[in-house]
């Protein structure tokens, strides 16, 4: 019905920076929501940062000033600039998105991309 599409994800040194990307495609009426969740093995998924179709951000407290979420609106995209990573946001990053189709409101998820920042 709805796909979620990542890339970007890979390996990088703390104090570095690297950009995810997420595509949604299929039958969209609206995107309500988009945005980027993570987890690591044995923790609970948490927000990183999220982006309402009219523009209004929410960050963890852990990213900001560091990451940045942004979107495209008539590619359905939402993109989260990382910088000055750390170790600690080491784990699997996923999009997510809030969106109006045919049944209704509902809530979608990506695969997953591995975000590692190690020296």
């Known amino acids: 019905q709805v796909q979620l599409v990542e890339s970007g994800g890979g390996l990088v040194q703390p104090g570095g920076s690297l950009r995810l990307s997420c595509a949604a495609s299929g039958r969209i009426f609206r995107i309500v929501t988009m945005g980027w969740y993570r987890q690591d093995p044995g923790k609970q998924r948490e927000l990183v940062a999220v982006?309402?179709?009219?523009?209004?951000?929410n960050y963890a407290d852990s990213v900001k000033g560091r990451f940045t979420i942004s979107t495209d609106n008539v590619k359905n995209t939402v993109y989260l600039q990382m910088n000055s990573l750390k170790p600690e946001d080491t784990a699997v990053y996923y999009c997510?998105?809030?969106?109006?189709?045919?049944?209704?409101?509902?809530?979608?998820w990506g695969q997953g991309t591995q975000v590692t920042v190690s020296s």
């Open positions: 997510n998105t809030n969106a109006n189709v045919f049944s209704g409101q509902r809530e979608f």
């Open positions: 982006v309402t179709r009219t523009g209004s951000t």
